[in-house]
């Protein structure tokens, strides 16, 4: 299914998501195998989920590995999860909040790297 979509959508990049874990990560090289093999360019990863519980580095030193950029990490944060269930970017409603100044980070970036 996922070969099917990438294949009939017109993708410009792929970001990569994933948590600190060796297991996710083996998940992010699958993605970035299959965009590399569909010739979709891998736009950079973002680790999700980073800090104390989930462990921090593994999707920057990842990135490394494939040869891609590394766009930054998002903690695991309550205020995400509150924003989230409230249907509400954190962007949105807490501007000054660390973590929406991540998200502003990694979308600067990415902006930056398609011309936007």
Do not use: C
């Not at 699958?30 to 980073?50: I, Q, Y």
């Amino acid at each position: 299914v996922q070969l099917t979509l990438i294949q009939k959508t017109p993708l410009d990049g792929a970001v990569i998501v994933s948590t600190p874990q060796e297991v996710a990560l083996a998940d992010a090289r699958r993605a970035h195998t299959l965009f590399d093999k569909v010739g979709v360019p891998t736009l950079g990863l973002v680790e999700n989920m980073s800090g104390e519980v989930f462990g921090t580095g593994g999707a920057e030193a990842e990135a490394a590995r494939l040869g891609a950029p590394y766009l930054g990490d998002l903690p695991l944060d309550g205020a995400l999860r509150r924003a989230g269930d409230a249907g509400r970017p954190l962007v949105a409603v807490d501007p000054q909040h660390p973590a929406s100044e991540r998200f502003r980070q990694i979308a600067a970036t990415l902006a930056a790297s398609l011309d936007l």
